[in-house]
């Protein structure tokens, strides 16, 4: 089960208080797999996020073991999988329900003008 959490910046370049996401991220229990993440700014394709993951990948595979990995697409999967990562998923259901209704806003809208 996910779980969300975040806070809305008023301008650009404000920074996110660290310390009020990680209450809110502790406040919900047993979300999963993932229920330590915490997502400040920086996705898969950051330079230093990608340094981080590859040096993950080559630890993990040093121990003998199967490190994986959620990408949020193909070009990103490709690059996971490089980097040494032996299953990736592509896709967040939060991610494909955003695309999904970015497609379905699409069709409305030419339906509308056409």
């Known amino acids: 089960m996910c779980g ?5 910046l008023a301008r650009s370049g404000d ?3 660290e310390k009020i996401l990680l209450a809110m ?7 999963g797999p993932d229920e ?3 997502y400040l ?3 898969a394709g950051h330079p230093e996020v ?12 040093a121990l003998g073991l199967a490190c994986g990995t959620v990408m949020g697409d193909a070009e990103q999967a490709a ?3 490089e980097a040494g990562y032996r299953f990736v998923a592509i896709g967040t259901d939060m991610g494909l329900l955003c695309s999904s ?3 379905a806003q699409r069709e409305v809208r030419q339906r509308r003008q056409g």
């Not at 969300?4 to 809305?8: E, K, R, Y």
């Not at 991220?25 to 979300?31: L, M």
């Not at 990608?50 to 595979?61: F, H, P, T, W």
């Open 4 to 8: 969300l959490a975040g806070t809305v």
């Open 15 to 17: 920074r996110a208080n």
């Open 25 to 31: 991220r502790d406040a919900q229990r047993h979300r």
């Open 36 to 38: 330590a993440g915490l």
């Open 41 to 43: 700014g920086q996705g």
């Open 50 to 61: 990608k340094a981080l993951m590859a040096e993950c990948a080559q630890r993990v595979n």
């Open 79 to 81: 690059w996971a999988f």
């Open 101 to 103: 209704a970015r497609k």
